[in-house]
Structure formats: C-alpha cells, structure tokens
C-alpha cells in the first residue's frame, strides 16, 4: 500500500470529525491501529474468506445451520455476518451464534448496531477458525444528530486473525441502502466508503480485507478505493449476483475490498436458499514483504 500512517489514533479521530459534522453523529472514540500489530517475517500462504448476509428477522436454526455449512464446506479460514439476531425477540431468542461456536468457525466476535428498538439483539459478527483478537467497531457516517426509523445506522467491525501465522485486518460491515445525503450533499453510501478507505489507510497490517452488504447500485461507487490501490473481487470483469431478492435491479451488492499485497486466487458464490443473499466466497495468497509495502 502506497502509505503507513504511525499515528493511527490521530488519525482515526479526526476523519471521525470530519466524516461526522454538521448533524452526523456522535464521532468515534479514538482507537489505536497499531495495538496488536505484530508485522513478523514474511510468508506466503493462502487464505479463504467469506461474506454471508444471513436475512435477520427470518432467519431460524435450520437457515443458519445450513449458512454454516456453506462457510465450511468452501473452506473459509474467516467469514463476515451481516444482519445478526442475537438472541431477539423476533427470533424466539435464539442464539444463532452458538451454531458457529460449536463447529469448525468456533472463533466469534459480535458487535450490535444499537438500533432503537433492537439494542444488543441485531448486529453483524465475524466468525474465524482460528482466534480473534483486538475486535473493534466503528460508527460509519449517519447524517442526522439523533437516530431516524427511516434510515438504518450502520457500524464496520475491524478484528486481528492470524492464518497460517500471518496476521490479517479482516473488517467486516453493512453499508446504507437508503438513498439519503450527508449534510455536506454527499450521498450517505459514498461517504461510508470513503470513511473505510479512511480506517484502511491509517491501518498498519500489510494485509487488509473488507467484506459486507454495501447495498451498492454500481460497480462504480467503489471508485475512490480503486484509486488508491485497493481491488474488489465482484467487479464488471467477474460478476457475481449474490442478492436473491426481485425488489432491485442491481443484484451484485456483496463484496469482498482487498489490498494490493493480497493476489486473488479465484472466488465464487454460493447459491441457497438458506437467505436473501448467496454467500460471496474468495481465496486469496500473500505476495508481498510487510517493509515493501
């Protein structure tokens, strides 16, 4: 990557200010990026990651067991939930989490959106076969001072996973479907990409990767990462229509952010029926020496 910010709590705070003027939320609390670094000899390995939007709200045990099943048997070292009930209401209390925990991916780490009306019961998890560590949530852009029922706050979670003894950034997020602007004019899905490239830059881990729901609606909103080195795995080259849902016309929304020391080695989608959304597979292998990134 083309930069290594040192002082990555500075920076964290202030395009947490920046991102949240004029009535956007709260900023975040500063988060030091270099805690739990550990930047090692180089090695080469190869790695499987994968995003699954697991469609809260309808989700059972038997949907859930079958998700699971999907991440393991495309051999996935790490996977993203987007759309997690923890225990809600809505779904009897069940604890969905509690499938991984007992299987292959028994590695978990939950963040909750604190929605109103929701609390610690709807968020999005990471789930790794091998241990997490130093997980952490952010507050992505919202544009309004106090929370609306019309438009959903989001959050991106970043965690340490080392694979095969090399460590990686793995985030893990759900962008805004609701076309809304920022109060600089901005719309809301932009500037929540561009807050991401803000966390990507300021982290010190050679070895980076997003996964998520960006809801996007072209290939193009990922531009101004494009730009700054990053690829996408679902792109207009290789596109994979992960959404299930006949209410869009944009179906590729799931995607998988990398950074340039990472080849892509193929990926994939799974179709079934355990969601609204196919789960959005990829392997990827280290190709780069930490110092010369």
Same mark, same amino acid.
């Given at each position: 990557m083309k930069k290594i910010v040192t002082f990555a709590v500075i920076l964290v705070l202030a395009l947490t200010l920046s991102a949240c003027s004029? &009535? *956007?939320?709260?900023?975040n609390e500063p988060y030091d990026m270099n805690d739990g670094i550990e930047m090692g000899e180089y090695k080469e390995t190869a790695f499987t990651v994968a995003s699954y939007n697991i469609k809260g709200g309808d989700a059972t045990l038997g949907s859930v067991k079958g998700i699971n099943e999907n991440i393991v048997n495309v051999g996935a070292d790490i996977a993203g939930l987007q759309e997690v009930d923890h225990l809600s209401e809505r779904s009897g /209390? /069940? #604890? %969905?989490?509690?499938? %991984?925990?007992?299987? @292959? $991916?028994?590695? @978990? +780490?939950?963040?909750? $959106?604190m929605l109103k009306g929701f609390g610690e019961t709807y968020g999005i998890a990471s789930v790794s076969k091998t241990p997490i560590s130093r997980s952490h949530s952010f507050k992505l852009p919202y544009p309004y001072k106090y929370e609306r029922s019309d438009v959903e706050k989001r959050i991106i979670m970043r965690s340490l996973v080392k694979i095969d003894g090399v460590q990686i950034a793995f985030y893990n997020t759900h962008l805004s479907y609701e076309n809304v602007k920022m109060p600089n004019g901005q719309s809301l899905r932009q500037a929540q990409i561009e807050y991401i490239l803000e966390?990507? &830059?300021?982290?010190?881990?050679?070895? /980076?990767?997003?996964?998520? #729901?960006f809801n996007s609606l072209s290939f193009e909103e990922f531009d101004v990462l494009l730009k700054e080195g990053y690829n996408i795995v679902n792109n207009n080259d290789n596109r994979l229509d992960t959404y299930r849902g #006949?209410? *869009? &016309? %944009?179906? *590729?929304?799931?995607?998988? @952010?990398? +950074? &340039? +020391?990472?080849e892509l080695i193929e990926s994939g989608k799974n179709d079934s029926d355990c969601s609204d959304h196919n789960m959005l597979y990829a392997t990827f292998k280290t190709v780069m020496r930490a110092e010369n990134i």
């Open positions: 004029g &009535e *956007a939320i709260t900023p /209390k /069940k #604890d %969905f989490l509690q499938i %991984f925990r007992e299987g @292959v $991916m028994n590695n @978990v +780490s939950y963040f909750p $959106m966390l990507l &830059e300021s982290d010190p881990c050679p070895y /980076k990767i997003v996964v998520g #729901d #006949d209410d *869009a &016309e %944009f179906l *590729a929304i799931d995607n998988v @952010v990398y +950074s &340039e +020391s990472l």
